[in-house]
Structures are given as C-alpha cells and as structure tokens.
C-alpha cells in the first residue's frame, strides 16, 4: 500500500450532552497519534453548546484517503 495516498486514522464513538440537555451520538474521526485526552480537548474546542462528554471509545483503526 503507498502511503502516499493513504493516512492512518481512529474512529471514536463520542456522545456528549448539549447545554439544553440533548443527548448526541456522533462517529468522529481523529489521526492515530491523538490519545484520548488530546480527543477529548479537540471536542471540547469545536462544539458549541456543549455541557459533558459522556463518553469517548475508540472504536476502530481505519484508512483516510488522500485526495
């Protein structure tokens, strides 16, 4: 496989609660060098509106295309 075109990343299973207490499943994606911590700060910084991450799991390793 040529790296060229490809890049390592890891799906997380994130669920986190909004401000008006709604409750929200998303599949996010991250590089392989994110740690669980550094996942969870990215989180925190690109939501709005957002109360408590519930839960953070890493769910697999998967392949990113290059385009």
């Known amino acids: 496989m040529n790296e060229d ?3 390592d990343v ?3 299973n994130v669920c986190f609660r909004t401000e ?3 409750l929200i499943n998303k599949m996010l994606i991250f590089p392989t060098s994110f740690n669980e911590s550094t996942v969870k700060e990215s989180i925190e ?3 709005f509106k ?4 519930e839960l ?3 769910f697999q390793e998967a392949l ?3 385009l």
């Open 10 to 12: 890891t799906v997380y």
């Open 20 to 22: 008006d207490n709604r």
């Open 64 to 66: 990113l295309i290059s």
């Open 56 to 58: 953070i799991e890493e």
């Open 5 to 7: 075109y490809w890049s």
């Open 45 to 47: 910084k690109s939501f």
């Open 50 to 53: 957002l109360k408590k991450i």
